[in-house]
């Protein structure tokens, strides 16, 4: 099983502020033969289910501003929040969808400091 | 547009079984693999299952594996999730998921509640 581990757990930034979420996997994630890596990012906020803010590592989704930006290849990504907003807050995963089991990161909490 | 429509979630006895159901629409439901993923009340994610779009590919997680079943119905634009052995740490919101390559469209979750 490859697991996807998130640093950190949780984030305390100041709002303008950059943050920063990084997710590991325990193996390679990107598949050669269409160059790309099956790494997505989501946003979860109390009581609604998971949105895609980034897929195949760095393409942002349908409607995400542009303040959120993914990076990395194989088995180290990185999530960037450019310029932090109040509506930011939430719970952050990455997720594999290159082998079953799929898996998820155990999610990072972001918040306001 | 791309609406999945979860239910059937509710209180059941630890041991028991429960079948959830999921309805698509706004796109070519045959076309496209689904999956089941889970949430545990104040816990992460944890995917469940996937069926592939033409309903003879299937994985489970080990958690579930010989207990649950998911199956679809391409004629109506349904996938199923038969639940057996229901145990107190199946309690989750369910969600159903489309996946293009991700996981791209997710429903609002049924809530199953397993508990004596």
């Known amino acids: 099983d490859i697991v996807m581990t998130q640093s950190p757990d949780s984030l305390a930034v100041s709002l303008g502020d950059r943050a920063t979420i990084n997710c590991k996997s325990s193996q390679s994630v990107f598949f050669s033969s269409n160059n790309k890596n099956y790494l997505t990012w989501f946003q979860q906020k109390p009581g609604q289910p998971p949105k895609v803010l980034i897929y195949?590592?760095?393409t942002r989704g349908s409607g995400v501003p542009d303040r959120f930006s993914g990076s990395g290849s194989g088995t180290d990504f990185t999530l960037t929040i450019s310029s932090l907003q109040a509506e930011d807050v939430a719970v952050y995963y990455c997720h594999q969808y290159y082998s079953t089991p799929y898996t998820f990161g155990q999610g990072t909490k972001l918040e306001i400091k | 547009q791309v609406q999945l429509v979860e239910s059937g979630g509710g209180v059941v006895q630890p041991g028991r079984s429960l079948r959830l159901s999921c309805a698509a629409s706004g796109f070519p439901f045959s076309s496209y693999a689904i999956n089941w993923v889970r949430q545990a009340p104040g816990k992460g994610l944890e995917w469940v299952a996937v069926?592939?779009?033409?309903?003879?590919?299937?994985y489970y997680a080990d958690s579930v594996k010989g207990r649950f079943t998911i199956f679809r119905d391409n004629s109506k634009n349904t996938l199923s999730l038969q639940m057996n052995s229901l145990r107190v740490e199946d309690t989750a919101v369910y969600y159903c998921?489309?996946?293009?390559?991700?996981?791209?469209?997710w429903g609002q979750g049924t809530l199953v509640t397993v508990s004596s």
């Open positions: 195949w590592a760095s």
């Open positions: 998921v489309r996946a293009d390559g991700y996981l791209d469209y």
């Open positions: 069926i592939w779009s033409d309903g003879n590919t299937k």
